[in-house]
DNA sequence: ATCGAATATACGATAGTGCGTATATACGAT
DNA sequence: ATCGTATATACGCACTATCGTATATTCGAT
């Protein structure tokens, strides 16, 4: 999770992130539609395939770059966890933590 | 979404709000509990706030700190857009960039 | 009013991260 | 084989963020 987050942190990174939910770009256009320089494109995508979250296909000299989905999948059951504590619905987990913590 | 994700994006601070998950804690507790120094965990406690993840409620001189859902409902949401696109579900913007961005 | 406990902030040092420029690599076309 | 295009990497620099130590602040207790 620290991993994505992390990844996901950056502002030129997440505008990536967020154009390639729109479906896979090569490298130029991403540099030309987000107003970037070539080696800032490769290096956050590097980052960014580093991290899990985009995966690449080589077509000729171009790489095509697309999303993968677990990171999002994992996200989002990381993210059930806080629903489900707001909801009241602890499980033994985090019953056992809510009390165990407390000053004696 | 920038602004949670790095606030989040830190080590010590993503182990803080996972605390925070099972219940409020006052800093001492979470100093105790995560071996942090004091200042570290007030630090991060003032990133956290300032990016609106947590609360903080005054008990005398002590704070008892709290998430807050908001950040984390804006992160469900956001997740939601990818999801969508996964399932096809391509609203009117999605289709929009799809074409507008390609190679002429 | 004074003291101790709890928390917040200031400050200097260090490490990590992103940027720009230059260069390397891979591949199709000729 | 050579050239142009597309992408990746290397290197130096600047900026930011984190940490540790020290200090300030707030509040209850005495």
Known sequence: MLTTLTA?????????????QFGPRYV????RL???????VSK????LRDAGLVESTADAQRRLY????E???EMGEWLEGYRRSWEGHLDA????LEQS???P
Chains 1, 2 share one sequence.
Request: hydrophobic share 45%; glycine share 4%.
């Open 34 to 40: 987000l107003v970037l320089t070539q080696p800032q």
């Open 28 to 31: 130029g256009e991403i540099e």
């Open 93 to 96: 987990l985090a019953a056992h």
């Open 8 to 20: 996901l942190a950056e502002p030129t990174r997440l505008r990536i992130v967020e154009l390639l």
């Open 66 to 69: 697309e999303l993968r989905r």
């Open 101 to 103: 913590g407390d000053d």
């Open 71 to 73: 990171p999002f999948v």
């Open 44 to 47: 956050h995508l590097r980052v």
